[in-house]
């Protein structure tokens, strides 16, 4: 049973921000507190992410909104409900259940696909040049539900790369989020209405269209922490 929201968030943060400082990560929390889009551009964003899933499948958007495209990634996770993949490989059109690389947990050492119903997450993986790292610790954990969601983020790199910062151009594949029933399980945040938004698919997934992004794009660059 959940708390009530006035007591799970605070006690969150703080449970959060000493986990955070034991991993030996001083740096303040990336907090991002999800909030509706004003109706000028919800018209917008909806016309352009409708327009591009009646082009068919995976189908490239071509961003020319007066927006962050930041604002049209959350918009289609927090309130159109659609999972992110990033990847830099750009010309996908399946994504399938192959892994390549290692992780800390069980869920993250599956053969699945990785995608999140986190926009900023997913942009991570996108803009990540893996020709210039062999590590990275990352995440983002979602403490509440509908308007009164707020997400933390932690983004971090080794020390070496810091100076050859490891970015590039890459791409997003917008995808249904029914097609990934795997979560990563971490039932303590069951207490906060919360949850790690990672999710997986052990099948083959066909994305429904896909969006460039670029590192200068990603808009927690300048907080990436190099402490690896």
Known sequence: MALPDFLAKPIFHLVYEIMRRQRGTPNPSIIRHVKPVDEEQRLAFDGLIDSALQNGAASQISYN?????????????????YALHGSPMPDLTT?????????NNEFGNRQQIFCSPDAMWACWFAILDKSKYNLTRNGCVRVGVGHKRVKYYHFELPKKTE???PFTDGMLYICRAEDFPDKRPFPILDWFNGEVEEWGSTKPVTPLAKIPISPHEFPYLDQVQFSL
Do not use: T, V
């Open 163 to 165: 100076a050859d910062k």
């Open 95 to 103: 994504l399938e259940p192959i892994r390549k690389s290692g992780d």
């Open 65 to 81: 909104l007066p927006y962050p495209k930041a604002n049209f990634l959350h918009y289609l996770c927090d309130w159109r409900g």
